[in-house]
């Protein structure tokens, strides 16, 4: 279980820090920073002290330090983190100095932070800004079915409409049932980026790779699931959370929040197709929020969100026959429209996506279903 940090271990924190910085100076000053803090009602008194060899940290008073500091722990650590100017902190009475201050700046290191990540770099690019516009047919196209009911399910069924749109204009397709994987669960060990290698303890050990190489050799890869308790299913969510492996531990400034490099940086585009049991398209809010979060952080931009909601219904109430075939026939053109343009017309978008009943004809005749599977003792469905 992790403890509670006390302050002291918030200074003994910051001096291992200095001290890293201090031991690489090339001139090395020498002397004595005490400090005064007050945190709580408590009285932390501690001094830093640089020997030429080393920097290290003690509690208590020491005599004739080079400079001393009174102020509350905060105002120190502003101060240290460039939040609070010195000047302002002396004027507004929240810093007290007593001795030599420059002595701060010559054992303070310009800035320790700052590491040259450009090996590394991978910035935003035109593509994952506007895929639509630089868009090219895709040649290879790689589907991850997510549906532990694999080519049984619902989203098989109505992917492959989808598909048969993308294979019609050249695309080749190929469908990874991630239930038929195996793809142990992240345990957060950190060993891919740690190691600087990327590697994970399960290299070799499972499907993962195998899988993520389909993935790295396609154009566009084809997310289909169903929608589990408004997410995604955890085969899925493992996938993911195994793919951070691929990224560098490095922080970069991405579209609009802060990402990891990728390890290979290829543009490639994603396609998000979810089908559910529940009636209501809204279903689809939070796992559509998801795939984007995961897609940006990823630097894999979505082309076409496609969801349908009631698909059990849809498939299986025979008065909606004429709209399940327009929907297919709509997926079938989108499959079509991603390969040319990169994107879905609203039109088909709408017929894909159109209300296919009230919520109280779906509900009676959902539970009529239901009752009678229950009742007949039939388990397929
Ligand atoms: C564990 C589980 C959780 C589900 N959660 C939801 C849900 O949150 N919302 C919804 O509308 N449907 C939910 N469903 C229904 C499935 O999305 C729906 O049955 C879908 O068509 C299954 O696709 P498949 O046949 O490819 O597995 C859930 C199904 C299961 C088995």
Redesign the pocket.
């Known amino acids: 279980m992790k403890e509670l940090v006390t302050p002291y271990q918030v200074m003994e924190a910051l001096a291992t820090n200095l001290g890293k910085a201090y031991a690489k100076k090339a001139v090395k000053a020498e002397g004595t920073i005490q400090f005064h803090l007050r945190h709580e009602g408590e009285k932390i008194d501690c001094y830093v002290k640089a020997d030429e060899n080393e920097l290290t940290i003690s509690p208590g008073v020491t005599t004739n330090p080079t400079v001393a500091l009174t102020s509350t722990l905060y105002h120190w650590l502003d101060l240290a983190a460039k939040r609070l100017n010195p000047i302002i902190g002396v004027i507004s009475g929240k810093l007290k100095f007593k001795g030599d201050t420059s002595f701060f700046a010559r054992i303070l290191p310009d800035d320790i932070f700052n590491i040259d990540i450009s090996p590394y770099a991978d910035p935003v690019t035109a593509f994952e800004k506007n895929p639509h516009r630089h868009w090219t047919p895709p040649k290879n196209v790689f589907v991850i079915?997510a549906?532990?009911?694999?080519r049984?399910?619902?989203?098989?069924?109505f992917v492959k409409a989808f598909l048969k749109g993308l294979e019609s204009e050249g695309a080749r397709v190929q469908t990874c049932y991630l239930s038929e994987q195996k793809i142990n669960r992240c345990t957060g060990c950190w060993h891919c980026w740690l190691s600087g290698t990327g590697e994970c303890i399960f290299k070799e050990k499972d499907d993962f790779e195998k899988v993520y190489a389909g993935c790295q050799d396609a154009d566009l890869i084809v997310f289909a699931?169903?929608?589990?308790?408004?997410?995604v299913?955890g085969a899925l969510k493992d996938f993911f959370d195994r793919a951070i492996a691929h990224s560098h531990p490095f922080m970069i400034e991405g579209i609009y929040k802060t990402r990891h490099p990728r390890r290979i940086t290829k543009p490639q585009a994603a396609v998000v197709f979810?089908?559910?049991?529940?009636?209501?398209m809204e279903?689809f809010q939070a796992v559509r929020e998801h795939l984007r979060k995961i897609s940006h952080n990823a630097h894999l931009p979505i082309v076409a969100e496609i969801f349908r909601?009631?698909?059990?219904y849809l498939h299986k109430n025979p008065l909606l026959y004429q709209k399940l075939n327009e929907v297919l026939l709509a997926l079938e053109k989108a499959g079509e429209d991603v390969a040319k343009r990169g994107k879905v017309s609203r039109k088909n978008l709408r017929i894909i996506t159109q209300k296919i009943d009230k919520a109280s004809n779906f509900q009676k005749m959902s539970n009529y279903f239901w009752n009678e599977k229950i009742q007949s003792g039939e388990n397929d469905?």
């Open positions: 079915n549906s532990p009911r694999t049984e399910g619902y989203t098989d069924f699931f169903p929608l589990y308790c408004d997410g299913p979810s089908v559910c049991g529940f009636i209501e279903n909601s009631g698909a059990i469905y």
